[in-house]
Nanobody, 124 residues
C-alpha cells in the first residue's frame, strides 16, 4: 500500500493541526493504521493507532487527550487531529500501515508500509 501524508506546517503553541494520510494500492480497511513522529536526533516514536474498523484507538501518554486519530475507510484516509500543540510536539510525522494480527503495536518495526512524513513545527 502507498501512503501519502499531508497537513503539516508551522503553528504556535496552543494551535491545532489536522494531518491526513491517503492510502492507495491495497484494501485500506485490512490495515491497522498508525501515526509516528521523529524529532531531530531522536528515535521514531509511536503517537497513535486505530483499528481496521475505526472502533478502537490507542495513544501515547504524551498526546492522550490532545490528539485524536480517526479513519474514513470509504476515502482510504486516516487523520490525526492535533489540538493544544506544544513545542515538544515538533517532529516529522509519519503514517504507517500494519497488516498484522495484533492491535496496539507501538514498535515501528511491526508496521509494513510508511508514508513519506510531514513536518510539524510548533513555536513557543
Amino acid at each position: 500500500v502507498q501512503l501519502q501524508a499531508s497537513g503539516g506546517g508551522l503553528v504556535q503553541a496552543g494551535d491545532s493541526l489536522r494531518l491526513s494520510c491517503a492510502a492507495s494500492g491495497r484494501t485500506f480497511s485490512n490495515y491497522v493504521m498508525g501515526w509516528f513522529r521523529q524529532a531531530p536526533g531522536k528515535a521514531r516514536d509511536f503517537v497513535a493507532c486505530i483499528s481496521r474498523k475505526g472502533d478502537t484507538t490507542y495513544y501515547a501518554d504524551s498526546v492522550k487527550g490532545r490528539f485524536t486519530i480517526s479513519r474514513d475507510n470509504a476515502k482510504n484516509t486516516v487523520y490525526l487531529q492535533m489540538n493544544s500543540l506544544k513545542p515538544e510536539d515538533t517532529a516529522v510525522y509519519y503514517c504507517a500501515a500494519d497488516g498484522g494480527l495484533v492491535f496496539g503495536e507501538r514498535r515501528p518495526s511491526y508496521y509494513d508500509y510508511w508514508g513519506q512524513g510531514t513536518q510539524v513545527t510548533v513555536s513557543s
